[in-house]
């Protein structure tokens, strides 16, 4: 049925396509001031943007589909995007620091989506925060339903309990990256073995891990710990993310189109460990690969030969590397112990040198790239010193200007107003995807800004 729906409404949407693409905007409201009175009785997925943003631009589309698709499936959420440099202190009430940020607005709560920017993770993400916080898995099939359905979830076990609040709390705040069901012991699968009841599971990887509240401690940062999957594809922005957790990161540094055998090799070499040695090393280890160099490479201030395998320290920004290739899923476990056991010697970190080696490095990487993308800029930005001086010897030795001098600074400054737009969309741009360049955050600094109490 409400598939049959969404089919007609695309029809219908195709068709007025042919006409005016304009008309599908129709599923995305425009807001303005009187948001801010009106909202209060529906839920809303906004999209704050700004006019002059590349990224809001990209975003534009899929936002429109994001709104034709809400409609269509009959969701109570609202979609709609707002010009935050035009109602901008409605923007900053909202906590909107960069551009395009989107919330999901519930009430009194709003929620950062910082997800990869598609129509489907920006669609999964509304159902699962607009939806129940908790959601009850009534029956054994739901219980397996879920597990074909989702990559990592989470379910609370048993009655009413205080481990039952702290389980809300921490799907008050977490809802945003995972979800959270509850169910009792009579649907739980025949092999899910329970010692004790109430029980907080995690479900992924196949299998599922139980909560313990004596070893993992709090159980919301239990949680964050265990929302990733043991082995992922990494990218600066899941680094970044990882930075939450406080683990050490085992990354195999690959080059994916080089079919030569050392990059398979080292790749499913990772894999293994992350597999067979869950027990050993997942209380302290997140396992992946990262496509490419570049990222790690300005993270570490060095330049790595691909492939080859980095663990970093998401805590203290510090690194380990081995001298020699790993050969063997003998020899990472090998390594792996030599730094719990403190004997591989760590590198970078975040003390007073490393961050002035940091600034350094920036500079001259920023020097390089202005160069790179507008000699002129460069010219203009770091021959300033320069050209006063000789500025101020031509004038000495030349009477009269002509025409010609003026035209020439009339350029450089238009070509610096360019790059200081394409700039200002890079730094709200970074804000929202970390990349190379930004160190790893510190532990615990993430979550706190994913949700936002508010209190008006
Ligand atoms: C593939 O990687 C190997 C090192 O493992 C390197 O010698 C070779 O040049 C790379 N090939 C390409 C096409 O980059
Ligand atoms: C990682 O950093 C934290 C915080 O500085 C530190 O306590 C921990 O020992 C480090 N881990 C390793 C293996 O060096």
Sequence with gaps: MAAGMRGAALRLC????????ALCKGFVEDLDESFKDNRKDDIWLVDFYAPWCGHCKKLEPIWNEVGLEMKSIGSPVKVGKMDATSYSSIASEF?????????????????????PRTKDDIIEFAHRVSGALIRPLPSQQMFEHMQKRHRVFFVYIGGE??????????????????????????????????????????????AY???DEYEDGDLSSWINRERFQNY????????????DTGKLVAVAVIDEKNVSVEHTRLK??????????????????????????????????????VPTVVVLNTSNQQYFLLDRQIQSTEDMV?????????????????????RLKRMIFDAKSTIVSVFKSS?????????????????????????????????????????????QEADEEEESAAEQEPRGGRPLLPAGQGPKDVLEKKTD
Excluded: W
């Design 95 to 115: 906590g909107v620091r960069g551009y395009p940020t989107i919330k999901l607005l519930k009430g009194d709560l709003a929620y950062n989506y910082r997800g």
């Design 209 to 211: 891990f139980v909560y």
């Design 375 to 419: 000699p002129v800029m460069g010219c203009f930005l770091f021959g300033l010193p320069l050209g006063v001086i000789s500025i101020m010897c031509y004038g000495i030795y030349t009477a009269d200007t002509d025409g010609g001098h003026l035209e020439e600074r009339y350029e450089v400054s238009r070509s610096e107003l360019e790059s």
């Design 161 to 206: 309990s205080p481990l039952k609040e702290k389980y809300i709390d921490a799907a008050s705040e977490l809802i945003v990256y995972t979800y959270f069901f509850s169910a009792s012991e009579e649907v739980c699968p025949e092999h899910i073995t329970l010692k004790e009841l109430p029980a907080v599971l995690v479900f992924k990887d196949g």
């Design 268 to 305: 499913s070499i990772i894999q293994e460990v992350a597999r067979d040695y869950r027990d050993q090393f997942h209380r302290d280890f997140q396992f992946g690969h990262m496509d490419g160099s570049d990222y790690i490479n300005t993270l570490l201030m060095d330049e790595l030969n």
């Design 14 to 21: 195709a068709a007025v396509l042919l006409l005016d693409v």
């Design 232 to 243: 992922l594809t990494m990218d600066g922005f899941l680094l970044y993310e990882l930075g």
């Design 334 to 354: 090998q390594f792996i112990n030599r730094i719990l056991d403190g004997t591989v010697q760590a590198q970078g970190g975040d003390s007073i040198l490393q």
